[in-house]
């Protein structure tokens, strides 16, 4: 018996609400936390507010008494419950097999779903992303936590808090905020976040211009003042190298005159590989067309003269289908490196490309030029000027930090780009420079600024709990430097020009380092994307939207060591095997903050590098190989889980969210090795799993309402404490507990309204429940049950209960009925079959 009170997430959650909001939250840009540093997989907001919420509230089934003694609640339990008997007994006369054992709803069962039902709809308002910084909404939530938890709201701890979400939105809820995570980044964004806001609550703001308003709320005065700062900073760099960035002359057709230029479009170039052409560069594009929108279709066309040997480039505008199918593929002859050479048509090779790159003969073309026209961008012919200005760039600095020798994630090395520095132009460096000192030089003219504005002068820097003005003036620079890491990403040679929403496409449009041929480099003072004031707005709006309701550390930390403080709630995301190379990818960052930031956080910012050693990611060209790599991450995952499960409290579940790999959903659904494999090093670890919630950020709406059996790409993960005392049973008696536990877990997982899709990944968790509550499951032969094997026995019950009568049949005859079920006759999806056939522990080749 549980000695526990039961939550709300180890019984029920309103899934659709949460995957909706967590779907739509995708499209939110302007205010968002995610918009003010660059981190990868995070979790959408919306699921990590619900969860929370539901992890620290009681479910109402562990307080009967309590609701049945509310005469109102009563009253409705009583006026609800002659239906509730009616529809049982209906569904009763029709269900077979152990759905027809499920039991007679009682008053108290009625009681305890209206009492869900409220709950529910606290979370339904919660997960609004319009509902964020709502106080009522915000407050209802927080009075209900408080009464779950004794009138006191607990700390919550992440351990992998990577770009926070977790703590962020546990300090929305009013809890203590903890994060830590191994990345130097990653806790810079966690401080940010959590940290350095709430020191400053409901300050003034103290530049010199603040106009008479009267009050400001949490993180608001802050970000006037980052606002402010930011704007100083570009006056100043204006003033030491606006000279290297030119205005345009428009031509006639497009209106004449000077305008600013928003973003020069290069070309990478190198020798052409036909010996009568040797000296000449060629350049190597994957596109020349510069707009496809109807009616406004822009495009570079290459000028060729053979006999002096000379590639001269004109902007065209309109043009035959032919012409813009040819600008489309640029110089491409291929995928990847193959190209081939506009002066004598022969192929140009990865190889070629590679030789020329090693041996510093890859040079660049300007190709063309936008600026900001009249009625939209405005697209002008390179002129001499305008690349000499570029090349006249002098870099005092640049990063020497290497790229990792992994193409997986980094492409530039193979073409003799090897460090981080070499990713940016000659210009682009002195940009970048030219705003990291700025952000020393601000820091001084800040505090300077904050003690006249009477903030104390009080010596106590920020990272050692300092609130003066030395404190608020590296506060501010902080979210400055921030700043220029968003301008890194958006002034590095791996950018590229949208042709179809005529902007610039940062540098991590995914979770790599491409390689790019023509590429774009934006113009820090234009008004346009990447500029600078624009890198500096998106933290700003972030900022004056944060909600500073409690506390919050972040640190820097090995998972698997980490200390908790007392009766610490738990909810964390771990890394998923080798999806993303964070301390890798990081890097890039890291390389400019540090000389930014490292004198306000030198432990932080002290070492070369991001670590990687401890780093829980399986990258085999780490480890020496796919095996070591999935060994350490396994040893690793289980010594982090097991220091959660050893630390944390016993009054609350605690949550780990498991991330799902696309081709693993694809290829083995619920029973997927991986999953498994995951859930295998939870149990060791220590933990009962007793809720599995699969959570969707994607076409949530259209996946469900097409009714196919679509799997959720992560699954929440409710863990308790395995109990000291815990048996060893055999397989039969596990089934037979399967049997008298699971009716009832799925009949309320169906009260609760959990969708048919995502029924299987919900019932592993009541299903897991049975299982991990045991020391072990010995099968026949004494040896003990994988979670695999426990996985199929979870599916063929939840198959006897969903179907009635399923369980009576074999595996194959199961997997017969599922399929017509959801197909009929008709034709269905092969990697949905494949998922019916491996839930039940066959190979699909002997059913197809
Ligand atoms: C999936 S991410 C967390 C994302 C986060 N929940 C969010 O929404 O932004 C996993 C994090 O684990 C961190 N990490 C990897 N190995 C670690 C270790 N040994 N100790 C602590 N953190 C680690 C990575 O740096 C990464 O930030």
Redesign the pocket.
Known sequence: MTAYKKKLIEVALPLEAINAASAREKSIRHGHP?TLHL?????PLAA?RAVLFAQLVDDPSSRVDELLADSKLRAHAEAELPERLAAWENSKASAQGAAANAPEPTLEDVAVEIERRRLFEIIEELVKWENSTNEEVLERARAEIRKSCGGELPAVY?????????PLEAQRLGLPAYG????PV?VMIGKATIEIPPKFKDKEPIHPDVKGRQFYRNAEGLAEDVKYYGEWMREKAWDRIGHLYPQVELPKEIGGGQTMVIAWIWARTVPSPDPAFADVQVPIASSFLLSRKAGKEAWVEPIIDKQAKTIAYRIRYGGTKAEMATAKDGTKAGRGANFRCIISDTAITPKHITSAAKSGKMGQVLIAIVGEGKGGRAYVSPSAEHETVAFSAGPSWKPEQRQPKNPRWFSPPAYGMDTFGDLFTDRQLVALNTFSDLVHEVRTQIEADAQRAGLSSDPTALRDGGKGAKAYAEAVSVYLAFGLSKATDYHSSITTWHNGREIIRNTFGRQALPMTWDFTEANPFSSSTGNWLNCIEWGVKTLAALVTAAGGTERQ????T?DYPPETVIS?????YDN?G??DL?DFFFCWLKPVIRSVYPEIFGSIATPKS????ATPYRHGGKDTAEAFFLD?MSK?IANMARLSSDRFPATI?Y?FKQSEVAQEGISSTGWATFLQAVVEAGYAVVGTWPLRTEMANRMIASGTNALANSVVLVCRKKEATAEVITRAEFIRALKRELPPAIAELQVANIAPADMPQSAIGPGMGVFSRYKAVLESDDSPMSVKTALQLINRELDEYLGGIQGEFDADTRFAITWFEQNGNGKGDYGVADNLARARGIEPPRVF
């Not at 981190?39 to 979790?43: E, I, L, Q």
């Not at 930390?557 to 698997?560: C, E, K, L, N, V």
């Not at 964390?572 to 998923?576: A, K």
Request: charge should be negative.
């Open positions: 995610s981190w990868w997989a995070r979790r990590c992440d351990p992998f808090s990577g770009g926070g979400s977790i830590s995570d191994l990345n990653a930390h090995d998972a698997q980490v964390t995301d771990p890394p998923y993303i964070y301390a990081s401890e780093e829980l990611v690793g982090a969210y991330a």
